[in-house]
């Protein structure tokens, strides 16, 4: 279910996420790019693998997983 502002109840491992920091349970869901130093020299960023990350909706702390 997504709000008007775009955040989420965030599922992982068979249950709702819940903040580290604030306990709020809605966040933005975004992917990073996991960024090397040798793939950056060598230019070819577009090779390191990618994270899902749960942005929480009210205090902002960023939540990684590797998937």
Do not use: K, P
């Amino acid at each position: 279910m997504t709000d008007e502002s775009g955040s989420t109840v965030a599922l992982r491992g068979g249950g709702a996420l819940s903040c580290l920091v604030c306990g709020n349970d809605t966040f933005h869901e975004r992917r990073w790019q996991l960024n090397t130093a040798g793939a950056t020299f060598f230019d070819v960023d577009f090779l390191n693998q990618s994270a899902t990350c749960y942005v929480c909706s009210r205090c902002r702390h960023i939540h990684w997983f590797n998937l």
